[in-house]
């Protein structure tokens, strides 16, 4: 499973901005954040939306030169890898004590831009310059099949091994606030800065929760949903993504722009669904409009719940009418799990030994096999 990798831009020649764009529109990996058009403005930038990569135009205009950035990057946000942009005539060379991670040549290709962004993030993660995370959200077209249960207690279960932030992107009706018995006094995502986000904002707005792992809640009330943008969720994410291991989020049943960009930004999404005529045909649909996004089929993962309740079917006809496989299988134990939510309490703790208990660890240790290991991971309980 790829790491998704975020990039920001500093050039202020708008035809090389939209070539880049146009070349990476093609992919899923690298984020493209935001285009910075001024040396002065870069590193502000970087604090703010926390880029894995950074690519700088050495010829750069104004009072701030790109090779001027690359330094003031390389001394104030030491993790984040520069790459700089440069034509045949101006040479550049590499100088990791200059900034200079890397140096990509105009004119340059779709293979030139996403090789060279893919090797300067994994020489990073591999040297310890980072911690790489990852981030897996939890999607159902239609309700009721158990999403928000499954993303509670499968973060539980990555929170053995790793730390784990769990994310209510559920704006409107904040489910995992219901779930968790948060009081409406709990700050949520709208609590952080419409700004510059800094690790501490963050830390004052989690809810931590009993079984150990931190979540960041959505608003209390309804008509709040509306104060939170598509960039507050992109910033917010490109902190977390620095601190935690693994983020797991917990969407609604809709494909909004706010679900999307948790979707975008996501390395799997697990799309939940249940034995329901509904729930299949409407996650049918979902894949339809996630193909022609141009999400790979390896950011896809099915989730069948309650499997040994099938009202009719079977997992041959749910995989005909998905024109798919089905990735993982979650028992049904309607008596443990009503109990559980009614406490507020993760089932995987409450009773480790119960199928579904054991069902939820299992899909966490697969994903997390594909997870390279994290120096931060710490054993929480």
């Known amino acids: 499973m790829a790491e998704q990798i975020r990039l920001l831009v500093v050039e202020d020649v708008p035809q090389v901005a939209m070539h880049m764009r146009s070349l990476l529109q093609a992919q899923a990996q690298i984020k493209m ?11 502000p930038a970087v604090s703010e939306l926390r880029p894995d990569v950074l690519i700088v135009d050495a010829l750069l205009q104004g ?27 101006n040479p550049v060379s590499e100088d990791p004590t200059r900034g200079i991670d890397a140096v990509l040549k105009m004119p340059f290709s779709g293979f030139d831009l996403t090789t060279l962004v893919r090797r300067v993030h994994e020489q990073s993660t591999e040297g310890g310059g980072r911690n ?69 904002d963050l830390a004052d707005v989690l809810w931590k929760d009993p079984s150990g792992i931190e979540v960041l809640l959505a608003p209390p009330r309804i008509e709040m949903a509306e104060m939170v943008t598509v960039r507050d969720i992109e910033k917010a994410l490109s902190i977390i993504r620095q601190i935690y291991d693994v983020i797991v989020v917990d969407t609604r049943a809709a494909l909004s722009d706010d679900v999307l960009a948790f979707l975008d930004a996501s390395d799997l999404i697990l799309e939940v669904l249940a034995y329901d005529s509904m729930a299949i045909r409407s996650l049918a649909m979902a894949d339809e409009a996630f193909a022609a996004i141009g999400y790979p089929a390896s950011k896809l993962a099915a989730v069948l719940n309650r499997s040994d309740s099938t009202g009719g079917f079977s997992k041959a006809d749910v995989e005909e009418a998905l024109n798919r496989r089905i990735d993982y299988e979650i028992v049904s134990d309607g008596r443990l799990v009503i109990a559980a939510n009614n406490e507020g309490v993760p089932f995987v703790l409450a009773s480790p030994d119960a199928p579904i208990s054991q069902g939820i660890r299992q899909m966490a240790t697969s994903i997390a096999a594909r997870i390279s290991p994290h120096p931060a991971s710490v054993s929480r309980h």
Do not use: W
Request: with cysteine.
């Open 63 to 89: 009072r701030v030169s790109g090779m001027q950035v690359a330094e003031q990057v390389r001394r104030g946000e030491p993790t984040v890898s520069v790459i700089v942009l440069t034509v045949p005539q």
């Open 132 to 200: 790489a995370s990852t981030m897996v959200t939890l999607f159902s077209p239609k309700g009721g099949v158990g999403r928000t249960t499954l993303a509670y207690n499968l973060a539980v279960a990555f929170g053995i091994d790793h730390k784990v932030c769990l994310v209510d992107g559920s704006m409107q009706f904040s489910d995992l606030r219901g779930l968790l018995r948060a009081p409406a006094a709990a700050p949520s995502i709208v609590n952080l800065p419409t700004d510059k986000i800094r690790d501490a």
């Open 33 to 43: 954040l935001d285009v910075v058009t001024s040396g002065e403005h870069a590193l």
